[in-house]
């Protein structure tokens, strides 16, 4: 009769686990939070997401709130921008949130909480494009230099693609995220079979001016060109 339990017990472990084991799951393996702003300040929260189940899995929701040095709220967002909405296992993207700081709360602000859920959906899969990325300094410009993130995507496919969005995330040495910009093509625009598009963002100043005050030391840009297709 022990045998029996213990077996039963055994096989409820290992069923509990292959169904733990069989579906996507969010979960976010880098996350960067700063205030930055030439005159309105803003909490930004730049993240990394992974899909580290085996099944596919949609970015469903995320909160982002932020605490002075008490824990007293500041201020919090439920918007979540500019990211591969849907992941297969092993796939990753890139994402950010921010909320506006009030006058009175600039120089109070000493944490935050993020949370990022995500949901099975298989009624779209996000297509991914091949990206060659660059990150180029001073660069000279009408009215002086900038610093470029630069994303050069490409068609890969027999079919024109529409509406791609491309998310371009500023790296240190290190791969830890300092800054995100984003464009969107909408359904106006496409890339033909075997063509390719440079897309060129300036790095913010006001970041730059974080950057500067932190020792942070921009090194690298990485993206992510997709657009979502519906499941036939």
């Known amino acids: 009769m022990k045998k029996t339990v213990l077996f039963l017990l055994i096989l409820l472990v290992l069923m509990t686990s292959v169904?733990?084991?069989?579906?996507?799951?969010?979960?976010v393996t880098q996350e960067n939070f700063i205030?930055?702003?030439?005159?309105?300040k803003y909490g930004y929260v730049y993240?990394?997401?992974?899909?580290?189940?085996?099944?596919?899995?949609?970015?469903n929701a995320a909160i982002l709130e932020?605490?002075?040095?008490?824990?007293?709220?500041?201020?919090?967002?439920?918007?979540?921008?500019e990211y591969a909405?849907?992941?297969?296992?092993?796939?990753?993207?890139?994402?950010?949130?921010y909320t506006k700081i009030e006058d009175e709360f600039v120089g109070k602000v000493d944490d935050y909480l993020l949370t990022v859920t995500g949901?099975?959906?298989?009624?779209?899969?996000?297509?991914?494009?091949?990206?060659?990325?660059?990150?180029?300094?001073?660069?000279?410009?009408?009215?002086?230099?900038?610093?470029?993130?630069?994303?050069?995507?490409?068609?890969?496919?027999?079919?024109?693609i529409f509406s791609v969005e491309v998310v371009l995330v500023l790296l240190d040495e290190e791969g830890n995220i300092l800054y995100m910009k984003d464009e969107s093509m909408y359904s106006e625009k496409a890339i033909m079979p075997g063509s390719s598009i440079l897309i060129r963002?300036?790095?913010?100043?006001?970041?730059?001016?974080?950057?500067?005050?932190?020792?942070?030391?921009?090194?690298?840009v990485d993206a992510i060109a997709f657009v979502n297709i519906r499941q036939k």
């Open 35 to 40: 205030v930055a702003g030439s005159y309105t």
């Open 85 to 97: 909405e849907y992941l297969q296992p092993e796939e990753y993207t890139y994402a950010y949130m």
């Open 119 to 160: 949901k099975s959906d298989t009624n779209y899969v996000t297509l991914r494009l091949p990206v060659v990325t660059e990150y180029a300094e001073n660069v000279p410009g009408r009215y002086g230099t900038a610093d470029y993130m630069y994303a050069t995507v490409t068609n890969n496919t027999e079919e024109p």
């Open 201 to 220: 963002k300036e790095v913010d100043s006001s970041f730059k001016e974080v950057f500067a005050e932190k020792g942070l030391k921009p090194h690298s």
């Open 66 to 81: 932020v605490f002075d040095e008490d824990g007293n709220p500041i201020t919090s967002t439920d918007s979540l921008w």
């Open 47 to 59: 993240m990394r997401l992974d899909n580290v189940g085996d099944k596919p899995i949609k970015v």
């Open 19 to 27: 169904s733990a084991l069989a579906a996507g799951k969010i979960r």
